[in-house]
């Protein structure tokens, strides 16, 4: 499937598509930040976004979903104990947890 304007937008700036283990991929890694871009808006898909940020070990992760769904992912990623920051898809609200 093709991706939409603002999925490959929230991936600039950024080395694409890096190869990650069990033959999935990250959308982006920027420095010392991976950067994984969610539109799914359902728990299925941001667990999985989740589990693929959590194989970088050693560097800041970015969650982004559309802004509907923030409190959703933020949630999860309690729930999983992950320290992430949580954005919408435009990058003007963000939510950490700890």
């Given at each position: ?77 309690i729930n999983k104990q992950m320290n992430v920051i949580v954005s919408n898809l435009g990058g003007t609200k963000r939510k950490k947890t700890n």
């Amino acid at each position: 499937m093709a991706e939409s304007r603002s999925h490959k937008k929230g991936k600039t700036g950024a080395k694409k598509e890096v190869p990650i283990s069990g033959g999935r991929k990250l959308d982006s890694i920027r420095g010392n930040t991976a950067i994984e871009v969610e539109r799914g808006g359902n728990k299925q898909s941001i667990n999985k976004a989740l589990s693929r940020l959590s194989t970088q070990t050693n560097k800041s992760k970015l969650l982004k979903v559309p802004q509907k769904d923030m409190e959703m992912a933020v949630d999860l990623a309690i729930n999983k104990q992950m320290n992430v920051i949580v954005s919408n898809l435009g990058g003007t609200k963000r939510k950490k947890t700890n």
